[in-house]
């Protein structure tokens, strides 16, 4: 039976997409589904698009909408008239929202061959931290961590499949642990992970919280070479009034520090961010730091958000910068990383590297550098390239 399921936002969301995929594979009537974001204005505009757009290439489908813009807002959705129906994301993975037979409580995800070469496996889910801008919490709910023995399961199961890379993946990751018993923290589940399977050749970490980086996680990523040399921080501003507004817990001072001493530890580690341009309040001076950060932290792959206010948050509420300047920022802040990413690609020329063999021609390295492959590369395959030149910003 033919599905599809559009997908939109977080690589949680790709993941999760991943078993509705199957559920909806086994659904007496053939479904469509709009895995849909609310991360940002632009994100739930996207979602409405992508239900038009499924509507018009399956009209005889039963169209369903989940996720978190779906979560947030169903009646936005019930009302479109190309909408059958709306799944909670506290329902998501429940056959039965699917009209799909009953499965097992706790059943890995499917396999990524198909579709993917590398596994995104989900760890946690919610969050129970309340910045000021955000949405997603509404949404997603407070943190719900997976406990080590379903983890492994799945990873397991990714393995059987021949995945090469298993990337961890949640709303809050660095906040898996806080409910289980035991309070573990984020290193001892890739610890676990890395003692259960010595034959995962990479192992990557989705976005970070700083502040929430423990010693074990630390030592990891520093220094064993199976963890990817890639960190992706919440930075979300470079201004520490700014900081204070959103509810980061963290100072400038303290991710410029954190950026160090990780570089300090394991020289060829990428640094990534999210970056929010044009916050409420936001002046030329928290700008200017907003724009500073970016060399200052060595940050070469960022996410760089227009800010745009999210109905029932604090930030909304606040005096908002006039959106064409949020436009403005927001292309000053990526023409930032844009430098310092070019920078980085040019020290990568000539520099051997395992690269591992994406479905579209292109590939990545350890440090998420991204490669054209040569031609004839199989899609998972883990090859050796030495880059001559940058090319429309891929490494050959």
Request: charged residues 20%; hydrophobic residues 45%.
């Amino acid at each position: 039976m033919s599905e599809a399921v559009v997908t939109l936002g977080c690589r949680l969301n790709l993941a999760e997409s991943e078993a509705i995929r199957a559920m909806v594979g086994e659904a007496p009537q053939r479904t469509v589904v709009v895995n849909s974001c609310a991360v940002t204005a632009e994100a739930v505009r996207q979602s409405r698009r992508a239900v038009r757009r499924l509507r018009a290439a399956h009209p005889d489908a039963r169209l369903l909408v989940t996720g978190c813009a779906a979560t947030i807002a169903p009646e936005d959705f019930t009302a479109m008239p190309e909408v059958d129906g709306v799944v909670a994301n506290a329902a998501k993975l429940d056959p039965g929202s699917w009209q799909a037979r009953p499965r097992p409580m706790r059943t890995p995800l499917p396999a990524p061959a198909a579709r993917h070469t590398r596994a995104f496996v989900p760890v946690q889910t919610g969050c129970d931290h309340a910045c000021t801008f955000c949405i997603i919490p509404a949404g997603r709910g407070k943190s719900v961590s997976q406990p080590i023995a379903e983890v492994l399961g799945v990873v397991e199961g990714h393995l059987a499949a021949d995945a090469r890379e298993v990337v961890l993946t949640g709303v809050d990751v660095t906040g898996w642990g806080a409910d289980l018993p035991g309070n573990p923290r984020l290193g001892d589940l890739v610890a676990a992970i890395l003692r259960a399977f010595p034959a995962l050749p990479r192992l990557r970490l989705s976005s970070l919280d700083g502040v929430e980086i423990d010693g074990l996680l630390f030592e990891l990523i520093t220094s064993e070479a199976r963890v990817m040399p890639h960190v992706h921080l919440s930075l979300q501003a470079g201004h520490d009034l700014t900081l204070k507004r959103m509810k980061r817990r963290h100072t400038r001072a303290e991710a410029v520090a954190l950026s160090e001493r990780l570089r300090a530890r394991r020289p060829d580690i990428a640094i990534g961010a999210d970056l929010i341009a044009g916050f409420p309040t936001e002046d030329a001076v928290m700008h200017a730091a907003n724009v500073a950060i970016v060399e200052d932290c060595g940050i070469v792959h960022g996410h760089v958000f227009p800010y745009s206010p999210r109905p029932g948050t604090p930030a909304a509420r606040m005096p908002q910068v006039p959106p064409p300047v949020v436009r403005e920022r927001a292309a000053e802040v990526r023409a930032a990383v844009a430098a310092t990413r070019a920078r980085w690609l040019e020290g990568l020329i000539g520099v051997t590297r395992e690269v591992l063999a994406e479905r579209d021609g292109t590939g990545h390295s350890p440090e998420f550098a991204s490669y054209r492959l040569p031609n004839g590369t199989a899609p998972g395959q883990i090859v050796m390239l030495t880059p001559t030149r940058i090319r429309e910003g891929l490494l050959e």
